[in-house]
């Protein structure tokens, strides 16, 4: 079992739907990322949070230490949007690896 | 400020082959990872270097190897390449004791024939 679980792993939506992407990890970490892959590889990182709730632009993401889960949300999803999201757990104490999840692909439609 | 730069871009080998693949951190950036991503699959970490010595490694064989230089680039090397090996290989840096994400590279996609 991965230690760090996504769901679900294919969405499509329509233009202007809210979208959640759920993490839910077995180890206890730092912190934990979300990142965007777009297609040829290039990851962007979105946040890294490690209690509470971040916001940047249309982009919410939420995490419950005690019940191991962080949630993505886009607002007002648009085409652009579409991509791989990916959650990653930093364990923190000097260890940069990141453990991933398997990702998520997203699809906006028009 | 350039990012994280790695090259090359793409590469194509043949099984029993070697292969070096390079990346640049970011600027006033001084550990470097090393990931391994298959098709369809999230990535997997290889191992991490800081202070010119590899610090942290995941479950990869010793074919699988690295270095970091004096200017804080880095080096990942494999040898007797498999079939398995075809990946995009992703470089990932950050400043030790900073706060801040890390930032990575746009990978280089490894082809084995």
């Known amino acids: 079992k991965n230690e760090v679980e996504q769901s679900p792993q294919n969405l499509t939506a329509q233009e202007g739907e809210f979208i959640t992407i759920n993490c839910s990890y077995s180890v206890g970490i730092s912190a934990l990322h979300w990142l965007q892959q777009h297609p040829g590889g290039g990851i962007v990182s979105l946040f890294m949070?490690?209690?509470g709730k971040k916001k940047h632009g249309r982009l919410i993401a939420t995490i419950n230490i005690q019940e191991k889960h962080s949630s993505l949300h886009i607002t007002a999803s648009h085409p652009r949007d579409s991509a791989v999201y990916i959650c990653?757990?930093?364990?923190?104490?000097?260890?940069?690896?990141?453990?991933f999840g398997k990702g998520t692909h997203l699809i906006i439609q028009p | 400020d350039a990012g994280v730069t790695q090259s090359p871009t793409h590469l194509i080998k043949t099984r029993g082959q070697q292969v070096t693949l390079r990346c640049s951190p970011k600027?006033?950036?001084?550990?470097v990872s090393w990931y391994q991503q298959a098709l369809g699959q999230g990535p997997q970490f290889i191992f991490q270097y800081y202070e010119e010595e590899e610090r942290q490694r995941g479950n990869f064989p010793d074919r699988f190897s690295g270095h970091q230089f004096p200017n804080y680039s880095s080096e990942l090397n494999v040898n007797a390449l498999l079939l398995g090996d075809s990946a995009l290989y992703l470089c990932?840096?950050?400043?030790?004791?900073?706060?801040?994400?890390?930032?990575f590279g746009d990978g280089t996609r490894l082809s084995i024939l």
């Open positions: 600027s006033g950036h001084d550990t």
């Open positions: 990653a757990a930093f364990l923190g104490g000097g260890a940069d690896g990141l453990t």
């Open positions: 949070l490690s209690s």
């Open positions: 990932a840096s950050r400043k030790v004791g900073s706060n801040q994400p890390q930032h």
